[in-house]
């Protein structure tokens, strides 16, 4: 079984400052990573996704990830955050093994305050 | 191209009451997927489908069926609806979670309220 925890649940940041949304995973078996985003009262829709190659990605919006194997992170990043970008964010893995049913986290609220 | 629909979007139940909620996707997705979302816990997987036909568990099934007769649609149940049920639902679906395209596509959600 695989689990995903994203270490902070609320993240404020003022407009143009850089901010970094965290994420940690364990799995048994090797893993496909993503980003999801959630704006308010609507579904999430893909950031970002790891599946091979490149540590570095790099999504919509301006933002990127790093996939760091040995300590099984997924941290999201960007420069410098607009308004726009206040929504909930979400860590998920899908093993590549088993089920192949990804895991979600419990998501980070950024805030982007002006 | 419409993605994945839920139908409805919003409902109130009194307790033990039944509904169906209606996921439809167009993009000819093995995966189906039925999450629930309550605050603090993120996403929790209910029920998902792995073709037509197949159903499985997921993390929080106890009160919900699911059926996926034809592929382009997946069916939650809850036959004698709870309070403790109340909550935003979320269907998905994704390809062949092995492939390249294998990030999953979520609708809008409906948010079901149990008085």
């Known amino acids: 079984a695989q689990s995903v925890t994203q270490l902070d649940s609320q993240v404020p940041v003022f407009e143009e400052a850089p901010v970094e949304l965290r994420c940690n995973y364990s799995?048994?078996?090797?893993?496909?990573l993503f980003w999801y985003v959630q704006y308010p009262n609507q579904g999430l829709q893909l950031l970002l996704k790891y599946l091979s190659g490149s540590t570095l990605v790099k999504g919509i919006n301006g933002f990127e990830a790093e996939f760091n194997k040995s300590q099984t992170s997924f941290h999201l990043r960007k420069p410098s955050v607009h308004i726009s970008d206040t929504a909930e964010y979400f860590c998920?893995?899908?093993?590549?093994?088993?089920?192949?049913?990804?895991?979600f986290g419990r998501g980070t609220s950024l805030i982007v305050h002006p | 191209n419409a993605g994945v629909t839920q139908t409805p979007k919003f409902r109130v139940l009194k307790t033990g009451q039944s509904m169906t909620l209606l996921c439809a996707q167009d993009?000819?997705?093995?995966?189906m997927y039925w999450y629930r979302q309550d605050p603090g816990m993120g996403l929790r997987l209910i029920h998902y489908?792995?073709?037509?036909?197949?159903?499985a568990k997921g993390e929080v099934p106890d009160g919900y069926n699911v059926s996926r007769l034809k592929k382009q649609n997946f069916l939650l149940g809850l036959e004698s609806a709870a309070p403790s049920q109340t909550s935003v639902y979320f269907c998905?679906?994704?390809?062949?979670?092995?492939?390249?395209?294998?990030?999953?596509?979520f609708g809008q959600g409906t948010r079901l309220t149990v008085v």
């Open positions: 998905a679906s994704s390809y062949s979670p092995t492939g390249t395209n294998t990030e999953a596509f």
């Open positions: 993009m000819n997705h093995e995966y």
């Open positions: 489908s792995v073709g037509e036909g197949t159903t």
């Open positions: 998920a893995v899908s093993p590549l093994g088993g089920s192949y049913i990804p895991t």
């Open positions: 799995s048994s078996v090797s893993v496909y």
